[in-house]
């Protein structure tokens, strides 16, 4: 396959969209920054087809004019890991590339390990050895380097051989409906952009707090997500969990009390302070929306030994399929199914028939 073309200016588009079209496999990755800001920054647009590669300048260039392309229904669009991809387009343009085959969801599927990463994929199924040298690229400065494109080139040069041997093996294996099913799920922008008045679902161990504090651990992550997004920050530059827990506990009435707290950052916004201390005042002329102790703070005996039971249950039914019992049923459906919820994961799609059936079964008394 020849070295990839560069493309950085909008009047190459309308070719490229027009070679691209006829296509019916597209791979597709990205390059993006987010260390300091809360929306991805995208840099890099690569595209693979045919034997043909382009590395797409997305800080100079309209992507728009490729939309219609990435989610044209008649081209599979090839990528792997696809969510932070899909993610960066999606807040760029506000579309979603699609129909996608993502080569990680298909290698977990067919036996490989569920998180395998896209070097090893390429290394176990097209024999070819990837370079890591540039994991740590600043991908917004320009020029980038022979040695930059090249590593660019590569994230897609393989892509098409790769998704040929997964959807063979998922056709012997009587498996395609599983990789589309989690491919097409993808497809939902409320995984990229969401709601910011639930962000606090973000949140580990919020249900261990009890009800009050709860709530104002809620109205404060909800802060911390609207003034993340209106500055475009980093949540963790405005408020790290840990403080919003601690903020919950203490409830402090002023400014000292505030930035007093152990957690809080050094230096702490004065603006934001007096805006966090409104967000408590405002939470504690309201009664929670949720008095009662969660069942996640002491599941009971038996509530344990059931989900040790689902466990044993999904661990043999993914040996015999050799899978990753995680690929059936993550540790958390199973304990949720403990607890009484019967609308996981592991209870819809292909996974039902697979499995979630004899775990229902397994649940009633």
Not at 149 to 162: G, I, N, T
Not at 204 to 213: D, E, N, T
Request: proline share 6%.
């Amino acid at each position: 396959m020849p070295d990839a073309i560069w493309i950085d200016r909008d009047d190459e588009l309308p070719a490229l969209a027009r070679e691209l079209e006829a296509q019916p496999w597209l791979g597709i990755d990205t390059e993006f920054l987010r260390e300091r800001t809360f929306f991805p920054k995208l840099c890099l647009l690569q595209i693979s087809a045919g034997t043909g590669i382009w590395c797409v300048d997305a800080l100079r260039v309209d992507l728009a004019a490729l939309v219609p392309t990435l989610t044209a229904a008649g081209t599979r669009k090839v990528i792997h890991a696809a969510r932070q991809d899909l993610e960066a387009f999606y807040l760029t343009t506000k579309r979603i590339i699609s129909p996608v085959f993502d080569t990680q969801i298909a290698a977990g599927c067919t036996g490989f390990k569920p998180q395998i990463g896209y070097a090893e994929l390429v290394k176990l199924l097209a024999g070819v050895v990837l370079s890591k040298g540039q994991t740590r690229t600043d991908w917004s400065k320009r020029p980038l380097s022979s040695a930059q494109l090249e590593y660019a080139a590569d994230d897609v040069r393989h892509l098409e051989d790769v998704a040929a041997k997964l959807a063979d093996r998922l056709r012997s294996l009587g498996r395609e409906q599983w990789a589309l099913e989690d491919c097409a799920a993808l497809g939902d922008s409320r995984l990229y952009e969401p709601e910011p008045a639930l962000a606090w679902e973000r949140l580990r161990g919020l249900a261990q707090l009890p009800p009050r504090p709860r709530s104002r651990a809620k109205a404060i992550a909800v802060w911390r997500e609207q003034v993340a997004r209106s500055r475009d920050l980093p949540r963790s530059w405005i408020l790290p969990d840990a403080a919003i827990f601690e903020l919950a506990e203490a409830n402090p009435t002023s400014v000292a009390g505030l930035v007093g707290l152990r957690s809080m950052p050094a230096g702490f916004n004065a603006g934001f302070a007096a805006e966090l201390l409104e967000t408590l005042r405002e939470e504690g002329r309201t009664e929670p929306s949720d008095l009662e102790p969660s069942q996640e703070i002491r599941p009971t005996a038996e509530q344990k030994a059931l989900a040790q039971r689902l466990a044993q249950i999904v661990d043999a039914r993914a040996a015999s399929l050799d899978v990753s019992a995680e690929i059936l049923a993550p540790r958390g459906d199973l304990k949720a199914l403990a607890l009484g919820r019967r609308d996981v994961h592991a209870t819809t799609g292909w996974r039902r028939a697979e499995i979630g059936e004899e775990l229902l079964a397994a649940c009633r008394p």
